[in-house]
């Protein structure tokens, strides 16, 4: 439908007769949200913000790490305008050291004095032609300068929970013991806890996230659910706790793969059942890396461009991200099956874009990426999609922080600027730890051209949340053209005033670089309370945020 044609032929037309009586819609809306107070949904987990770091590219060396002696402002060797940046957005919780990586990295290599710290060989150059191996750097050979030690230290300076990953391919269930004892056990009890205290760290880290290997039906193992479900009762049945409330987060599917979590519940619930209250999340990954429009399903040829896009990929972006609340309800669901309490819920540790290689920054930075207001905008909705669903999702970790597939932050040595998503996270951190609240969106649906062929998107979309008495509404306009002329309604209570934010940009290629590191950046937005709503216009290709005081 187009929006022109909307007031008279919507649905929604009878929505709005029927609540004529409590509030006056304006007839120059053409879109409409509705916050029920009393009706929540959960709190907002802080920990839904959280951003995932892995030793591939740039992401950890260059990105995160500069080291000591660096002339590259730094605390203990951690790249400090990354730490104030990460401040400023909240960081709830750290994702690391992988990823694929985290199934090929021996703890202990990292850890002990630096200089007797082994060099291997990083999972991510496995370039079939060995074509990288002469360039020697840290991103194909790893040097293990920043371990253990150095991450937990950047998550304490960055006021971010540890979320560290073990090795469930190439390590034994001991050695997974191990590193809990190394992080956790108490100072002076044992040894791993003297080599910590002689590493400057006498007290323990108690990490409570712990994950059991990554994407173990591919490089994690390639294991069959049944297998991994066997491997994972054995690594999670005897942990030292040390009195931290571990949280131990299983491999989910590939995508929405049913079968998989079918199969490994199965296992785990029926028959020989296992008990441990300490399994509570159930790790999926989603990845909008195929661009193709059922062209192919090859991962390579099926990667859309990070800067060189026409509006139908804006739109397929946008569509293929927004496919996470589908996975959520399709996993919910089946995980329901086997613990109807719901014990465990969705641990969403890898999303984003992933475009084809090219608009890296420097070639070493696998991966790396361009971030434009596309992306800004894919981030925001994902962000929407968990807030939505707050009571089946209790952590997600943005791929990746820096240098990388959806980065916050992209920097070559003494540059560095933060990319559209940094502004997303800046301005979605007022959820963090709020009532979600069941919010209606009621808007035309945008139309645009597949392949010759008429396709539509929705025309707005968000979440709300509740602090005290400030609302806050975040939301996508996805229209490359159109601003949405937006009604909100609190049903519940009475608006006092309201201030607004948005991220917009004239360009749907708009990105930061070094030379223009604010192309992209927020401004405020103007909104105005009348006959007890609220109106604002939200601009083309968008994400807004309004904080709505309650009188
Ligand atoms: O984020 C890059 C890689 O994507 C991760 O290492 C892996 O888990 C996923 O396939």
Redesign the pocket.
Known sequence: MERRQFLKTSALTAGVLALSNKRAWATSADSRIEIFLDESKGQISPNLYGQ?T?H?GGVIYDGVWVGEKSKIRNQFGIRAELIDRLKEIQVPIMRWP?????DSYDWKDGIGPVSERPVRTNFWEVDGDAARLHEKGPQIFEPNTFGTNEFLRFCKLAGAEPYLAANLRSLPALSFDHWVEYCNSPAGSTTLAKMRAEAGFPDPFNVKFWGIG??SW???GNFAPEEYASEFRRFTTWIPNFGVDLQLIAAGPNGNDIDWTHRFFDQIFTGHAYHNASFTGWSI?H?ASNLSRGKTKDWVLGKGDALKFDPVDWYELLRECDRVERIIGDQWAVMGQYDPQHHIKLVVD?YGP?YREGTELDPTHI?GQQVTVRDALATALTLDAFNRNAEKVSVATC??LVN??NALFLCHEDRFFSTPNFHVFKMYAAHQGGQSLRTEFSAPDVQYDRDGKPASFWGLNGSASRKGNVVTLTAVNPDLTQPSQAQVAIRGAAIARSSGTALANADMHAHNTFENPDAVKTAPLDSSVSGGVLNVSIPPASVIKLEITLS
């Open positions: 995932f892995e591939i992988g990823g694929c990586f985290a990554n994407e591919g490089c994690g990954h990845y890898e992933w991966f791929a990746q990388n597939i």
